[in-house]
């Protein structure tokens, strides 16, 4: 199973980033998928999370309106569009996967993460 995620870097206030996500080794359709982020001194965030079929997608109002969260399931892959990105949206972002079925713990997958750095 592997989780990579690419597209990281350092860009500028009110910049765009768009991060990628390979998935491999596991029933990619079947997975909920998401992005976290991990700040120094901060607790993990979730900052995008998308279902397996229908596509439904959620974010906290930190990212709202300004992070897209999108898969292709025909080719494993899931996306997240920064845009107008601010200081604070700087951390390390991974890309988890999740899979839920009845009186079973929860099988989950995370990606090395990738650093996004937004600074002059």
């Known amino acids: 199973v592997q989780l990579v995620e690419s597209g990281g870097g350092l860009v500028q206030p009110g910049g765009s980033l768009r991060l990628s996500c390979a998935a491999s080794?596991?029933?990619?359709?079947?997975?909920?998928m998401s992005w976290y982020r991990k700040a120094p001194g901060k607790e993990r965030e979730l900052v995008a999370t998308?279902?397996?079929?229908?596509?439904?997608?959620n974010y906290p109002n930190s990212v709202k309106g300004r992070f897209t969260i999108s898969r292709d399931n025909a080719n494993n892959m899931v996306y997240l569009q920064m845009n107008d990105l601010k200081p604070e949206d700087t951390a390390v972002y991974y890309c988890?996967?999740?899979?839920?079925?009845?009186?079973?713990?929860?099988?989950?997958?995370w990606g090395q993460g990738t650093q996004v750095t937004v600074s002059l």
């Open positions: 988890h996967a999740a899979f839920w079925e009845p009186m079973a713990p929860v099988t989950e997958y």
């Open positions: 080794g596991f029933a990619f359709s079947s997975y909920g």
């Open positions: 998308i279902t397996s079929t229908s596509g439904n997608t």
